[in-house]
């Protein structure tokens, strides 16, 4: 099963940012928390990672609670093209564990 | 550099036919992993196999056989297909042991109907 809740869908008005909670009450030590989207029915494109520091790249910044127990994902300017259905995944990466998905968050970036 | 390569990217079959589903990638990555997608569904794991030789099942294994013919391909075979394995199936490798990001990278999908 799933290790993350998250809600199934969330709205955001063009330009402004998308803040997508994700639960992962039972991460473990060794777990990082992973974000991908997936657009329409293309395969799922790898977003972001992180342990417990808070991380920022090109696309996106990840806050991850002190506890680790809750992440958000951050799309600072969210537009037309970020529509789509976010997952967050906790799994380590140094094996080849199970890396399950859930059932994800949909986003619809409004105009 | 192709990255992970799924075929065919879409099928037909009758119900009781086989087929296989191959796939293959080129970045030295020892794990790789089948999902099948549902419509309006998130991914559900099949199978994944965390190095060359070994095999495991995920969430939703049963109808399904697996191959990992060496460290670049991982094969997911139907026997006697039926409609509930009308799907999108991908293929992910991931890198392993190290120092690495263990980022999944994805295949295009191969879209199976079985009538």
């Known amino acids: 099963d799933a290790k993350t809740t998250q809600p199934p869908s969330m709205d955001c008005a063009e330009g402004r940012a998308a803040n997508l909670p994700c639960n992962h009450s039972?991460?473990?030590?060794?777990?990082?928390v992973y974000w991908y989207r997936q657009i329409h029915s293309q395969g799922p494109q790898y977003i972001i990672h992180g342990l417990k520091n808070n991380e920022t790249n090109e696309m996106a910044s990840l806050i991850i609670t002190e506890d680790r127990k809750s992440s958000t994902l951050i799309l600072p300017h969210a537009t037309l093209r970020d529509t789509a259905v976010y997952y967050c995944?906790?799994?380590?990466?140094?094996?080849?564990?199970?890396?399950?998905f859930g059932t994800g968050t949909s986003l619809t970036v409004i105009p | 550099n192709a990255g992970v390569t799924q075929t065919p990217k879409f099928q037909v079959l009758k119900t009781g036919q086989s087929m296989t589903l191959q796939c293959a990638q080129d970045m030295n990555h020892n794990s790789m992993y089948w999902y099948r997608q549902d419509p309006g569904m998130g991914l559900r794991l099949i199978y994944y196999s965390a190095s060359e030789g070994t095999t495991d099942k995920g969430e939703v294994p049963n109808g399904y056989n697996v191959s990992r013919l060496n460290k670049r391909e991982f094969s997911l075979r139907l026997e006697s297909a039926a409609p509930s394995q009308t799907s999108v199936y991908f293929c992910a490798s991931r890198k392993t042991g190290g120092a690495n990001t263990g980022e999944l990278f994805f295949g295009e999908g191969s879209r199976l109907t079985v009538l």
């Open positions: 995944i906790v799994s380590a990466p140094n094996t080849g564990n199970q890396f399950y």
């Open positions: 039972t991460i473990s030590g060794n777990e990082y």
